[in-house]
């Protein structure tokens, strides 16, 4: 072939097409470089945003040194993850009224203005991330209180044979800031340890705001309402049994409420309602793939995080995200909710319970991270009540469905006199799939 280019020219061409690659591939270089530390910055932005929205705050130094083992303790902690061993985290929920959490006028009253414990719930994940188990502990209960340290430093008094519930506001002391609900989880935490012999890995704190925004922030929750609720005075909350979409607020007064419903001042039968409404909450997450999704997962935690007071180990993102997948597959029957079995104190039986034989059981099984028995299981994530269990409360229901306050009469079968063809609380869950 004869060339057109002459033979002088030709090496310059060479060099011009040489240099074109080169300046070609550098803007290549330069494009995905740029592209990759955009992504990064964002991610370091993002990272940041969220972790600052975290208010965790380390209880150790008010804990000291008198705890359980840990079952699973080795000579080094894994940094930032839990992989491989059974996580107990104790949730608690404040009735303090102070600021946001003023919704129902209370605030300044001398019984609400200061950081006082509502719910008390450990959550307890099995090392084989196959199963979570979550035991309420009456706040009605009489028990040893041990001495705890305030955020102060003032060393408080032992308390015996006295309400569960004192535990947190003897920590607090007569504040409502983030080091008093700290000081509070921390005193919480002892008594939990003293009463049950289960080390407490992580605390997490969620005050009335804070369980509304998470609410809302999930796009309301499916709940399915097992008897009619008429609490004009209290909480506001009027419901005719039946299937609803709760948002934040009114979530917030379901879990609230004890009179006019059931047995009235009961703490007992309101544990089955924030039992309900709990495992509402992780069905949706699930079902809108809070666990697994990173973009989800960004999107509610910017909501809700800012509610939460933790310890730092479930405050860190890191952490509480890997935490969260690998639990994500879990199904929700293998997510069972049991009530601390109990027997009228003998003090008050009217009014207080204390922790029965049965209770042994159910902490030892948390010890040695095994199932927790069938027959003090309330209900399971799904709604049903494994073989042998107390069925108490066992309604529930979650997804996305009709505005909040509408009720879904046609989840409920009807037909005086006739047994319903179907759970009305599997009804009320079952409309999403």
Not at 38 to 44: E, N
Not at 65 to 73: E, F, G, H, K, L
Request: aromatic residues 6%; charged residues 20%.
């Amino acid at each position: 072939m004869i060339s057109l280019v002459p033979s002088s020219l030709r090496p310059l061409a060479r060099h011009a097409a040489q240099d074109l690659a080169r300046r070609t591939g550098r803007r290549i270089l330069l494009v995905l470089l740029s592209v990759v530390l955009f992504a990064t910055s964002f991610a370091a932005i993002s990272y940041h945003d969220l972790q600052s929205q975290v208010n965790r705050i380390d209880v150790n130094d008010l804990l000291g040194s008198d705890r359980p083992t840990r079952a699973d303790a080795t000579e080094e902690a894994v940094e930032d993850s839990y992989a491989g061993r059974a996580v107990n985290i104790l949730v608690m929920g404040s009735d303090t009224r102070s600021g946001a959490n003023n919704i129902d006028g209370a605030d300044g009253t001398d019984d609400v203005a200061v950081a006082r414990s509502d719910t008390a719930m450990i959550l307890h994940v099995s090392a084989d991330r196959s199963r979570i188990e979550v035991v309420s502990i009456p706040r009605d209960t009489l028990l040893d209180i041990p001495s705890c340290t305030q955020a102060d430093g003032t060393e408080t008094y032992a308390q015996y044979d006295t309400m569960f519930n004192s535990a947190f506001s003897n920590g607090a002391g007569e504040s409502s800031s983030p080091e008093a609900v700290a000081a509070g989880a921390a005193c919480t935490i002892k008594t939990v340890e003293q009463l049950t012999g289960l080390y407490i890995d992580e605390y997490m704190v969620v005050d009335f705001s804070g369980l509304s925004t998470m609410v809302d922030a999930l796009g309301g929750v499916q709940v399915y309402v097992d008897e009619d609720i008429d609490d004009p005075d209290h909480t506001g909350l009027v419901l005719d049994a039946g299937c609803y979409h709760m948002d934040g607020m009114t979530a917030v007064q379901y879990a609230r409420v004890r009179y006019g419903v059931g047995y009235d001042g009961s703490d007992l039968n309101r544990i089955g309602r924030q039992q309900n409404l709990m495992a509402a909450m992780l069905r949706t997450a699930q079902q809108k793939n809070l666990l697994t999704s990173a973009t989800d997962l960004y999107s509610f935690a910017r909501s809700a995080l800012a509610t939460l007071t933790t310890s730092p180990g479930i405050g860190s993102l890191p952490t509480l995200a890997g935490l969260a997948q690998s639990i994500a597959s879990i199904g929700m029957g293998n997510v069972r909710f049991v009530t601390m079995p109990f027997a009228p104190a003998p003090s008050d039986p009217q009014n207080r319970v204390v922790p029965s034989w049965q209770a042994e059981a159910v902490w030892e099984a948390l010890i040695n991270d095994t199932p927790v028995p069938d027959e003090s299981v309330s209900v399971q994530g799904d709604g049903s009540v494994p073989s042998g269990g107390t069925g108490a409360d066992s309604d529930d229901g979650s997804g996305d469905g009709a505005a909040s306050g509408d009720t879904l009469e046609e989840a409920v079968p009807s037909g005086e006199g006739e047994a319903p063809a179907e759970d009305p609380a599997t009804a009320c869950y079952n409309l999403q799939q």
